[in-house]
């Protein structure tokens, strides 16, 4: 699939995301932050400098730095970039290779890579859960209606609670993106708000 560059395109606000106030949120003790995709390979289609890409990037740094303050562990996904075309690997029959993370984690965060759209195929994800007795999963990055929202349903296959920070991900379209959001909302995931979670996990909001 070729990706064409995208237009700046509004995302949500952070009073806009369904269901923001209500139980269950995301707990310290238990969750895990996942920056799903969060590399330039994918960032470099969207308007530099403008929305969305601006805000997503933003408000996921915002994230990673005050879970690493306070002892949330923080896991990264990047797309493999020796994917080889066709047989198994299947994803770039749809995509081009990946590339590896370019935003570096840095210690002690762990990089994933991700073989299909959900990060929990044939990874270590489940085991990192398990290590760390961990039942809640905090979803930022990209893409909304892909990877992030195919991780987030797969995540209760698992027995871990999923969460979805909707001005933390972004989408090809505004389209693309509501449709995620709704579904999870409705599927498998709490959808919140970068505030909310922060507020959740009792962690710094700016």
């Known amino acids: 699939m070729t ?6 395109e509004r995302r949500p606000t952070s009073s806009e995301p369904p269901g923001d106030h209500a139980d269950p949120a995301p707990d310290a003790g238990r969750a895990v932050l996942l920056v799903h995709d969060l590399h330039e390979y994918f960032l470099q289609f969207f308007s530099a400098g403008d929305s969305p890409v601006v805000e997503l990037t933003g408000n996921c740094v915002r994230l990673v730095e005050a879970c690493r303050r306070s002892g949330v562990p923080v896991a990264f996904t990047a797309q493999p970039s020796d ?5 198994p690997e299947l994803l770039t029959d749809f995509w081009d290779a990946g590339t590896p993370a370019e935003h570096g984690p840095g210690a002690p965060d762990t990089v994933f890579a991700r073989w299909r759209y959900s990060a929990f195929f044939r990874s270590e994800l489940p085991g990192f859960f398990e290590r760390r007795q961990r039942d809640q999963l905090i979803v930022c990055g990209v893409h909304t209606h892909v990877g992030c929202m195919v991780t987030a349903i797969d995540a209760l296959a698992h027995g871990i609670q999923p969460f979805f920070v909707a001005d933390a991900v972004t989408d090809f379209t505004l389209g693309h993106h509501h449709l ?3 579904y999870v909302a ?16 009792a962690l710094p909001v700016s």
Not at 3 to 8: D, E, M, T, Y
Not at 83 to 87: H, L, Q, S
């Open 83 to 87: 994917m080889p075309p066709g047989g």
């Open 186 to 201: 409705g599927q498998s995931a709490k959808v919140l708000s970068t505030e909310a979670v922060l507020r959740s996990l």
């Open 3 to 8: 990706v064409s560059p995208l237009a700046a």
């Open 180 to 182: 995620a959001l709704d």
